[in-house]
């Protein structure tokens, strides 16, 4: 079993390492979704961990003077945000972690924060259970995530183009909104970037009490 | 399609809340422009298929074949800047329903000219357009009652 994970994450590894080139060019969409994104990461409050980075093109819209630690799978997309992370005016650190086994101690921080996460996790039910372990009780979960549509039609292309990037290590079609709620999220508020495609959805860990 | 991008004023964001519509309202003209293109050449495509005289499904099947390769590629093209996701999805809507129109009237034994088969692809572009926009308006306000209120 232990075996069969290593190799699916040295592939999804080898994926996003082969992505990372074009990755800012053909997929990153800043000049579009900037402003939502920055309005979202404003609320990274205390200790933050930041899943998937990528090529740091969120670096330039997180809130300034904050701790953060931001993780990716892939060696090369963290090359490549090195770049970004020093021109951060905060405590920015980058580990190599995978999101599905984070390397962090249970309720270690405030806040976690994923952009364009969930659809590139083999399997987002574990990566939630991970980020509800280090999360402290009442901790915020901040998410701008891509899901499957509502709308028929829409949702129909959705699963067609995931025939297609699937091999990419992209789903297009998850609903990461209601995994997120069936793993033990609290979701305090949707708003919507693009139909109801591109989501930035606020949650929170519930306190025990 | 973009108006839902824009931000509250809760947070003393006004400036960031400008920039946002000022895009927000930029963006909307290039889907609107960019899915008028897409409709165009998708309905372009399938008005040359049916010159070839095949039967109507291998006529329909390969027209709409044909349309939506050349719509990914179009929508690769554009995704720097209108977004990849924001490109990709409304055009391949377009792509797959349009074409289908042309066939449709071709059907009901209505021969198309040229410049009428790029007018359907023209209007059908901007109808798909209208159509997602009040789609987003309707999403916003779903989403909206359905979490925020918890």
Same mark, same amino acid.
């Not at chain 1, 074009?22 to 969409?29: G, K, V």
């Not at chain 1, 900037?34 to 819209?61: C, N, Q, Y």
């Not at chain 2, 390969?62 to 554009?78: D, K, S, Y």
């Given at each position: ?209 | ?55 109507? /499904?291998?006529?329909?099947? %390969?027209? +709409?074949?044909?349309? $939506?390769? !050349?719509?990914? #590629?179009?929508?690769?093209? *554009? ?9 990709? /999805?409304?055009?391949?809507? %377009?792509? +797959?329903?349009?074409? $289908?129109? !042309?066939?449709? #009237?071709?059907?009901?034994? *209505? ?40």
């Amino acid at each position: 079993m232990c075996r069969v994970q290593c190799k699916m994450r040295a592939s999804v590894a080898t994926i996003w390492d082969k992505r990372a080139r074009l990755y800012d060019t053909f997929e990153a969409s800043d000049l579009r979704r900037g402003p939502a994104r920055e309005l979202l990461f404003r609320e990274m409050t205390g200790k933050s961990l930041f899943i998937a980075v990528g090529t740091g093109m969120d670096i330039r819209h997180f809130p300034p003077g904050r701790e953060i630690v931001a993780i990716d799978i892939s060696e090369e997309m963290l090359r490549r945000a090195d770049s970004r992370r020093r021109n951060y005016s905060g405590q920015l650190q980058f580990v190599r972690a995978d999101a599905l086994k984070l390397c962090f101690a249970d309720e270690s921080f405030d806040t976690v924060t994923t952009s364009c996460t969930m659809c590139s996790v083999p399997d987002p039910q574990q990566a939630f259970r991970e980020i509800h372990r280090v999360l402290r009780p009442g901790g915020k979960l901040l998410m701008f995530e891509h899901v499957r549509s509502r709308n028929p039609i829409l949702g129909l292309t959705l699963d067609l183009m995931t025939l297609f990037t699937r091999r990419n290590g992209t789903e297009m079609n998850r609903r990461t909104v209601e995994t997120a709620i069936a793993v033990g999220f609290h979701i305090t508020n949707v708003e919507t970037v693009f139909l109801d495609i591109i989501l930035a959805v606020r949650g929170e860990k519930l306190s025990e009490n | 399609m973009e108006k839902d991008t824009v931000p509250t004023k809760q947070d003393g964001s006004d400036d960031l809340a400008a920039t946002a519509r000022f895009r927000a309202l930029i963006f909307n003209c290039g889907d609107c422009l960019f899915l008028i293109v897409v409709g165009v050449t998708a309905t372009w495509i399938m008005h040359l298929v049916h010159h070839l005289g095949w039967h109507v /499904v291998f006529t329909l099947l %390969a027209g +709409m074949t044909v349309a $939506m390769f !050349v719509q990914m #590629l179009l929508a690769r093209a *554009v995704a720097p800047v209108l977004g990849s996701i924001e490109s990709m /999805v409304p055009s391949m809507v %377009a792509a +797959m329903i349009i074409p $289908m129109m !042309v066939c449709l #009237l071709e059907l009901a034994g *209505v021969s198309l000219s040229s410049s009428s088969a790029l007018m359907i692809g023209a209007l059908g572009g901007g109808v798909i357009f209208i159509l997602l926009r009040l789609y987003a308006i309707r999403c916003r306000k779903c989403l909206c009652a359905e979490y925020n209120a918890r």
